[in-house]
């Protein structure tokens, strides 16, 4: 019986590209892993995205949240909340304009 074991160089000769594309096996694990980290720190900072979208009052708040406590899950929900919940600056500029008109009387 006659068996064949590839020696670590025939190992990596045969997985040193990837057929037809020309790439090099650690360039693709590298460009899918760079690609994988920028879309996980999309996905982690979204809740601080969404508060700056929305013009949330205090979206320096949410940011804080997020980062310090997101990477548990349960801090990542409670920023995703507050950014879909907080006040914008145009609910809190309208509200104060309307409590000013009240407390001085006006129309």
């Given at each position: 019986?006659n068996?064949?074991?590839?020696s670590?160089?025939?190992?990596?000769r045969?997985?040193?590209?990837i057929?037809g594309?020309g790439?090099?096996?650690?360039?693709?694990?590298?460009?899918?892993?760079?690609?994988?980290?920028a879309?996980?720190m999309?996905?982690?900072?979204l809740?601080?995205?969404?508060a700056?979208?929305?013009?949330?009052?205090?979206?320096?708040?949410?940011?804080?949240?997020?980062?310090a406590?997101?990477m548990?899950?349960?801090?990542?929900v409670i920023?995703?909340?507050?950014?879909c919940?907080?006040?914008?600056?145009?609910?809190r500029?309208t509200?104060?304009n309307?409590?000013?008109?009240?407390?001085?009387?006006?129309?």
């Open positions: 019986m068996i064949h074991v590839p670590t160089y025939e190992v990596y045969g997985w040193q590209s057929q594309t790439l090099e096996i650690g360039t693709a694990v590298l460009l899918v892993m760079a690609f994988g980290l879309g996980s999309v996905l982690f900072l809740p601080t995205f969404i700056c979208r929305r013009g949330v009052h205090n979206a320096a708040v949410v940011a804080v949240v997020n980062c406590t997101g548990t899950g349960i801090g990542w920023a995703l909340l507050m950014a919940v907080m006040e914008t600056d145009i609910q500029h509200r104060l309307r409590h000013d008109q009240t407390v001085l009387g006006g129309p």
